[in-house]
């Protein structure tokens, strides 16, 4: 009912940026509540890197506090991540994870399928 789709992943070097992004798209009229970025590095548990409310209040984890920043634009159903000085322990894939509410499902929760991160060092 609702896809997510991340983009902006890649390779960079050590102290570099990258920006990623999640856009939600439905066939149906939809709402996108809370959205959630994650990581999961090869062999680690998946870790909660930023959360952004349907508000706009974006929350950091402390492991990537002062260098993430999470954002939303509610025109464009998009919320982005702004990752800078990256770290080689940066290296992971990023998943977007939101709760949307649909007019024929109701409030569901959902994943993208994930975008690479690599940074080297």
């Known amino acids: 009912q609702v896809q997510l789709v991340e983009s902006g992943g890649g390779l960079v070097q050590a102290g570099g940026s990258l920006t990623l992004s999640c856009a939600a798209s439905s066939r149906s009229f939809f709402k996108i509540n809370d959205v959630n970025w994650y990581r999961q590095a090869p062999g680690e548990q998946r870790e909660l890197v930023a959360t952004?409310?349907?508000?706009?209040?974006?929350s950091i984890a402390d492991s990537v506090k002062g260098r993430f920043t999470i954002s939303r634009d509610n025109a464009k159903n998009s919320v982005s991540i702004q990752m800078n000085n990256l770290k080689p322990e940066d290296t992971a894939t990023y998943y977007c994870?939101?709760?949307?509410?649909?007019?024929?499902?109701?409030?569901?929760?959902?994943w993208g399928q994930g975008t690479q991160v690599t940074v080297s060092s």
């Open positions: 952004i409310t349907s508000r706009g209040i974006g």
């Open positions: 994870n939101a709760n949307v509410w649909t007019s024929v499902g109701g409030s569901n929760d959902y």
